[in-house]
């Protein structure tokens, strides 16, 4: 494939962007007052009956965003949301509705919340403006219940989409799990669920993405949380890769591509090595390909000014935002929800 933008294992240096730019805020507080905080900076245009798309993992995921984080989320900001999730187009913890329930009481949601599965009673369509792949893309029925949407990621590395920001929480995180998601990921007519990879799937992805945010918008609001960042997914649960990239923060933005770029470039940033295994990760799936082609379908800026929360609401670059960060990862005190510090 030529060396072009349009070549998801290249990695695109900012100065060679083009474009606007949007604002993407920036803490180092990973804890329930920094994602508040962050969140409060958004002033974001939620209206009506709110949704909050978070990946709430398989049983006994060490990685996923700590509950208690969202318990305190929820009750400061959105008591009256609702978190959403779909079932999974594999066979697993979270393939059918009643396995689902039975994950997520598992994994701790249950207890302070309830989650609605989107396509428990089954699936809508929704348009797809500009896309070469899809003209339309199916998602769970009751998602058109809700009136804004926050986007809450974990961001972190995936096994085919090379990592997983608010473009992949959104694009498969919203889609069916028995049409949308196989749309995306095999080609039809093949016996390999898994048949589209590589920039094809990202594109695909992203088009599923910009369907639910055309939806949605202007009350549709980003947040990526750039810790515990195995190469794995949330999907793999305990048995993802263990943790090797440090934790960085959490940043937000009320344009999805500048927020998932700021998070990449972040990581490409990182001093001593320390985003190499996720970069690799990154590039091997042509995952850089999610920003481009969101670029082209008019998704946002991939320009950004990033603001930082903890000196003064400076202007930072993102050398400048990661250059105190130690290389490796080590658990922080949410790590013993489980009991499971074993990376």
Known sequence: MPN???DGARYVPYEERTGA???????????????IAIYRKLNAPMTGKVAVKLHTGEPHGPNIMPPAWIEAFLANECPEATIVETNTFYDGDRYTTEAHRRTLEINGWTRFTTVDITDEEGTVMLPVTGGKWFTEMSVGSHLLNYDSLVV?????????GGFGGSNKNIGIGCADGRVGKKEIHTTQGSDDMWSIAQEELM????????????????????????RNMSVDCDCA?????????????????????????ACVDLVHELP???????MERITSRRGLRQLSYMKELGMGNDRYTLIDLD???????AAEAVKDVEPGWRPDEYNTFWGLNKH
Do not use: Q, W
């Open 237 to 261: 649960g305990a048995e993802a890769t263990p943790v090797e990239t440090p934790d960085v923060g959490i940043l937000a933005s009320l344009d999805i591509l500048a927020l998932d770029s």
């Open 272 to 278: 001593r090595d320390g985003g190499r295994a996720l």
């Open 203 to 226: 594109e695909r992805i992203s088009e599923s993405t910009k369907a639910t945010v055309d939806y949605f918008a202007p009350h549709v609001c980003f947040v990526n949380v750039m």
């Open 152 to 160: 809450l990621t974990h961001f972190k590395g995936h096994t085919m």
């Open 311 to 317: 000196n003064g609401e400076a202007e930072i670059t």
């Open 21 to 35: 730019e949007s604002v993407v805020y920036f803490t180092r507080d990973l804890s329930p007052e920094g994602l």
């Open 4 to 6: 072009t933008a349009a």
